[in-house]
């Protein structure tokens, strides 16, 4: 028996929905600024978000410097928009970074328990992005603001 959803349920899911948008938009926004860099506006059409799991967003700058910026139940962090031609892509950069960021903590041969955590974190996130990158089908509404 499929279960009926009420206008209430609807309208509840999509203010979540909403809330974890504008929370991850500010999430991303507050991270370049601790780096030192200001964003000034977003381009939403090239912007993609799949709540509960990432959001990516292309923040631009008045110094006009464009970055992606990676939101979510995942670490938050930047690139170069020049490391990846659309969200998509974004997604798989990040995924790669993470792999190799993780491999070099690794390498380091520390045994600080918390970096070796964050390590294994990277791994997991980064495999997970990666399998979000392949699927055809969370792609499918180029054109809409999520996957």
Known sequence: MSEQWTQEQIAQ???????WVREQFQKANQYLAGKGILPDNVTVSESRYLPPYFAVWKLNTKEKQSYW?????????????????????????????????AQQIADSGLQDKTQHEFANLLVKRAHNLYDMFNKDELWQMESASEV
Do not use: C, M, Y
């Not at 899911?13 to 809330?19: G, N, S, Y």
């Not at 962090?77 to 950069?93: L, P, Q, T």
């Open 13 to 19: 899911a999509e203010k979540a929905r909403t809330e």
């Open 69 to 101: 910026v990676i939101s979510g139940d995942l670490p938050t962090d930047h690139i170069a928009v020049s490391a990846a031609s659309n969200a998509r892509e974004a997604v798989r950069a990040f995924s790669l970074h993470w792999q190799l960021k």
